[in-house]
């Protein structure tokens, strides 16, 4: 089991790791920002699960994976939105959004993908 | 507007971000696991779609911004957060791509596992039909990167039309 989180934990870092360092060499800004959007951590948490639980598992989270993408989607747009708008401190912003994500996507679940939607 | 790669930028970045993004991302890959067990795929997968990283990438820009600001003697507090929006709106037309991403991964994978040789709905099977699991994934990304690039140049060419 520790040994599980581990290599999880290094796999997920690594992908990160990576997709991110792609943001950081591209310009201009707009481009690289869309690393910031980057299958990172779903290419690990997957190709983890696929060899561990087997193909339809994996399905499953990728199919809830839709939900949390369209609300990744509204929560970039709105800090976007208030960061252009407002100019709130970017920390502050981001941070608190990650609750709107969390209700949006905890919403389109509820709404179509849990079992029996 | 062309993208460009400028690879000295990987030397401005000190090892205490790139530590902090390996920290974040290997939590976050852990916590979904964990999310996973505990409540089902169904909940867990959600979270492939955290945006686990981009408060702190956001911080970081906007930080930089403002350094170099304060260095040519502006106040580059609102500049910073200018630069902040402008990598929010990147990362709004790359989720597009996400979805792209999810939808490849569960209509191959849902095929592969089922019966190879019946494809439930449009998308299932047409695209791999040897459904290795592995080549799935980076046909995902691939489609991931197409996706977003193709939504990024396509805002490029409206605001050019419109201004």
Not at chain 1, 12 to 37: E, H, M, Q, R, T
Request: glycine letters at 8%.
């Amino acid at each position: 089991m520790l040994a599980q989180l581990l290599i999880r934990f290094l796999v997920g870092g690594l992908f990160v790791s990576a997709f991110s360092a792609l943001g950081i060499i591209f310009k201009p800004k707009s481009f690289a920002g869309l690393f910031g959007a980057a299958p990172s951590v779903a290419l690990a948490t997957l190709a983890l699960t696929v060899g561990t639980r087997g193909p339809l598992y994996a399905a499953t989270e990728a199919r809830s994976m839709l939900g949390g993408a369209a609300a990744f989607f509204v929560y970039a747009w709105c800090a976007m939105f208030l960061l252009h708008r407002y100019k709130p401190p970017t920390t502050v912003v981001t941070s608190a959004l990650l609750f709107l994500w969390l209700a949006v996507a905890l919403s389109l679940w509820f709404l179509f993908l849990r079992p029996g939607a | 507007m062309r993208a460009r790669v400028d690879l000295s930028a990987l030397a401005d970045t000190t090892w205490k971000e790139y530590a902090l993004r390996f920290l974040l991302g290997g939590a976050i890959t852990v916590a979904t696991g964990l999310i996973a067990r505990k409540f089902g795929p169904a909940v867990g997968g959600l979270f492939l779609a955290f945006p686990a990283i981009f408060p702190a990438t956001a911080t970081l820009i906007a930080t930089r911004e403002k350094d170099e600001k304060r260095r040519a003697g502006l106040d580059g507090k609102f500049r910073g957060r200018d630069a902040a929006a402008i990598e929010a709106r990147g990362t709004a037309t790359g989720t597009l791509g996400l979805l792209a991403f999810a939808l490849i991964v569960v209509g191959e994978l849902r095929s592969s596992a089922i019966r190879p040789e019946v494809h439930q709905s449009w998308i299932e099977g047409h695209l791999l039909p040897n459904h290795q699991p592995w080549l799935v994934l980076v046909a995902a990304a691939a489609a991931w990167f197409l996706v977003a690039v193709l939504f990024w140049r396509l805002r490029i060419a409206l605001q050019r039309n419109s201004s």
